[in-house]
């Protein structure tokens, strides 16, 4: 008798799309921290002493993006 987890859906194991989902809440969990990390690796590389903003408003002005571009390559 075959595993549930080997059952085929769509040409895809049942397997495949739990380690699908898992990956995905993974990713929706960290995204935040991964994305604040990203955001302030961005900052220290790319700072100008010229700039009149700091490292917290260039972080939070990032993040929205830099969350999208993770779920984009996740997916």
Do not use: C
């Not at 690796?41 to 972080?59: A, C, D, I, Y």
């Amino acid at each position: 008798m075959r595993s549930i987890l080997q059952y085929v859906i769509l040409d895809n194991t049942v397997q495949d799309y739990l380690f699908f989902v898992v990956a995905i809440l993974f990713i929706l969990l960290l995204r935040r921290y991964l994305a604040t990390y990203i955001a302030g690796f961005l900052f220290r590389l790319l700072h100008n002493p010229s700039w009149k903003t700091g490292k917290e408003v260039f972080v939070n002005l990032l993040k929205g993006p830099i969350h999208i571009f993770i779920l984009l390559i996740v997916a």
